[in-house]
């Protein structure tokens, strides 16, 4: 095995396959001849790559290895890690849009020729987009022993952006590391970052991120990367604290179209200890900060003039990222932070609130719902500010909004639940309105908002200053602002009674009749691999993948809700998988018996991740008949496998009996009518929650009376 080749997991030998990780196990257990373990644990081994696919070719299992594929788990399994790979890979892809012919020539040779070739080619190339190695950039060039693992890699790569697109074969690379370890990164969805950029305001030429992670904000400030426009930034600035990190930041953006004349400043280190940028005076500042840390640099900082508000407290970092961002703007310029909820109440800030108030700092607090950003069980805030210029405001008023969704709209929770264009809608319409010309007075978005596509729920009120100058000086939205369901009072309430109303008739209509007793039948059976094999179905795998158009998530089959994913921006350039009518949806995850047959209404939508798709031959199989019998507790239990924290299911596994396509269109008929009735129970579920309580809301604020 060549010393540092890349390695692989059992996992990945199952998706380079195309099989299920117990088909692994049994070809480990009885081929004699399969690839040894080159690394990992005892019970998580890892393979080299290059004898995986050797041995899987060798034994026919392997026609062709998915370019993408490939290039991925090269890039996983790289023996400096992957963080590594992705800057080697940005460092030669750089290379690759900066001048093709060059590459091509570097890449006539052997590796170790290559390797030695490349380092200097890269030095130039790096050179020309971020200046001489010795100004303090964040991507360093890698010599030719660090390079010479990579050449495998970066050549695949080269050949993916051929193929997509260098931007494209960056990020598809990046979501890919991203997606495989959440925790390890401090993630910023891609709908949270275009919000965050639009409200820092149109015409911002300077941006700066001080704490940029994997740069999503500064992605988001360049808008749609196909149409750069003379309004995006020509300067963008970074600093991040992890090398690595930073690195991928400054070749993220460094990949993407540009203007002539656009600088890319990206730094490591630590920004409240050691500011890279103390002179600049930026448009605007983007930033999603570490949260509740203790270790900020209270015992060293405390004379730094940035404390311009007052000194922060040691638990309130957060109030310090603030100050440094107003710090770093011009007069008039904004600034956009995603905050923890604390940060609005803690009695430890309240004076540096207060300030904020008082000199006109703080212009928006807007609470978002839970799920739109990690940790996403708390319902995060995001802080609008501005630098006061030499002239004070006469009136100083703070924006209030509350995002918050109604029980119907979160139930079942999650991330992909959110609908962002219509929360962007909200938000951006109170801003705009609050921000613009004219005098702002109260304005609320109610029920009859939601035909605007504003969330229902949502409400936003401007707060006089002077009111919030307490003791606590509390800016959490949801203590200035009614509750959700007070907003659409007795009126709506009579509405959701008359739904549910109704609906309990229909669940009434459909309680199926009692089963008459009969002796377990027993019938031969048949699985999906092999109706798959024998061209009875097809099975299909989800990943949304790249488009516009709406996804149906885990989360839609599971609560029985239309498509509510979104295709994030800069997604795969893989091919997303379009639900028709007929398909049955399976969820991957969770050991839930639940299923979905896809209607008209959801038809063309992409099939989210962590799903299953079967798609039936109508001439062979009723698709209601194949449903009914997936669900089966039994059937469940024999597919799935257990991992360490969860169950998977593997849908080829499942059974089913060998029955007429007639005697399956009856049962069909029968599963059909059971779905109906379990849709109608769980509509009444919520919309009993939702009256129950809008009921405690209107008897608490006095909006309904007890007779």
């Known amino acids: 095995m060549p010393e540092n080749a890349t390695e692989v997991t059992a996992a990945g030998i199952a998706r380079l396959a195309g099989v ?48 993408r594929e490939r290039v991925w788990q090269q890039l996983a399994g ?82 993916l952006a051929a193929e997509t697109g260098v931007r494209e074969a960056y990020e598809f690379l990046l979501g890919r590391q991203l997606d495989a370890n959440p925790r390890q990164y401090t993630l910023t969805p891609p709908g949270l970052a275009e919000l965050m950029a639009e409200l820092a305001g149109p015409g911002v030429r300077t941006v700066l991120d001080p704490a940029a992670g994997t740069g999503a904000l500064l992605t988001a400030a360049l808008g749609a990367p196909d149409a ?111 905050m923890p909820p604390a940060a609005a109440s803690r009695r430890s800030g309240r004076r540096v609130r207060a300030d904020l108030l008082r000199r006109g700092a703080l212009r928006a607090v807007i609470a978002l719902p839970a799920g739109a950003a990690p940790p996403y069980g708390v319902p995060l805030h ?32 999650g991330r992909g639940r959110l609908d962002w264009p219509a929360l962007r809608h909200a938000v951006l319409d109170a801003w705009h309105t609050y921000d613009g010309p004219g005098t702002p007075g109260d304005r609320r978005r109610t029920a009859e908002g939601e035909q605007r596509g504003t969330p229902p729920g949502a409400a936003s009120r401007t707060v006089p200053v002077i009111e919030l100058l307490d003791d606590d000086v509390d800016l959490a939205p949801a203590r200035h602002l009614p509750s959700p369901a007070a907003t659409g009072g007795p009126a709506e309430l009579a509405g959701v009674r008359e739904r549910l109303t109704r609906t309990l008739e229909l669940a009434t209509s459909l309680t199926p009749p009692p089963p008459a007793p009969t002796a377990p039948a027993h019938r031969p059976l048949t699985t999906i691999g092999e109706l798959a094999r024998a061209g009875a179905l097809q ?55 639940v299923v979905r047959v896809v209607d008209e209404a959801t038809e063309g939508a992409a099939l989210g991740r962590n799903l299953q798709l079967l798609r039936p031959d109508p001439t062979v199989l009723d698709p209601w008949f194949l449903a009914g019998f997936l669900r089966g507790t039994t059937n469940n239990r024999q597919a799935s496998s257990h991992a360490s924290t969860a169950t998977r299911l593997d849908a080829r596994r499942l059974q089913l009996p060998r029955l007429p396509l007639a005697e399956q269109r009856r049962y069909g008929e029968r599963f059909r009518a059971l779905a109906a009735f379990e849709d109608a129970l769980r509509l009444a579920g919520r919309l009993g929650g939702q009256l129950v309580q809008g009921l405690y809301d209107g008897l608490t604020d006095g909006t309904v009376t007890p007779e």
Not at 90 to 108: D, H, K, M, Q, Y
Not at 294 to 309: F, K, T
């Open 20 to 67: 299920g990780r117990a088909a692994v196990s049994n070809w480990r257990r009885r081929h004699a001849d399969f690839p040894q373990p080159v690394g990992g644990t005892e019970t998580s081994p890892s393979f080299a790559l290059p004898e995986v696919e050797r041995w899987l070719r060798d034994q026919g299992k392997l026609v062709e290895v998915p370019l």
């Open 228 to 338: 750069p426009g003379s309004a995006a930034p020509t300067a963008l600035h970074a600093q991040e604290s992890d090398p690595g990190l930073a690195a991928v930041t400054a070749l993220r953006l460094a990949l993407r179209p540009a203007p002539a004349g656009r600088t890319i400043d990206v730094r490591t280190g630590d920004t409240l200890r050691t500011d890279a940028f103390p002179g600049l005076a930026a448009d605007a500042v983007l930033c999603h900060p570490p949260f509740n840390e203790r270790n900020w640099g209270h015992d060293e900082l405390a004379y730094d003039p940035r404390w311009e508000y007052g000194f922060p407290a040691r638990t309130e970092s957060e109030l310090a990222w603030v100050q440094h961002a107003l710090a770093r703007l011009r007069d008039g310029g904004t600034a956009v932070l995603l």
């Open 382 to 413: 995001l802080w609008v500010l501005r630098r006061p210029g030499a002239e004070p405001r006469p009136h100083p008023e703070l924006l209030l909004i509350d995002t918050a969704e109604p029980a119907e709209q979160t139930t079942g929770g």
């Open 539 to 593: 099975l299909r795998h989800g990943g949304a993948g790249t488009g516009t158009g709406p996804v149906l998530t885990e989360h839609d089959v599971l609560g029985g809700t239309p498509p509510s994913g979104t295709t994030a921006a800069g997604g795969t350039p893989e091919e997303p998988v379009l639900v028709a009518a007929g398909d049955v949806v399976v969820p991957v995850l969770g050991g839930v018996t």
């Open 78 to 159: 790289h023996p400096a890690g992957p963080v590594t790979a992705l800057v080697h890979t940005g460092c030669a892809l750089l290379l690759v849009n900066r001048s093709p012919a060059a590459w091509r020539e570097i890449t006539g040779v052997s590796d170790e020729r290559m390797a030695g070739v490349l380092s200097l080619a890269l030095d130039d190339a790096l050179a020309a987009r971020f200046g001489p190695a010795g100004n303090g950039r964040a991507v360093r060039t890698p010599d030719r022993a660090e390079l010479l693992p990579s050449v495998p890699l970066l050549r695949g790569a080269a050949e």
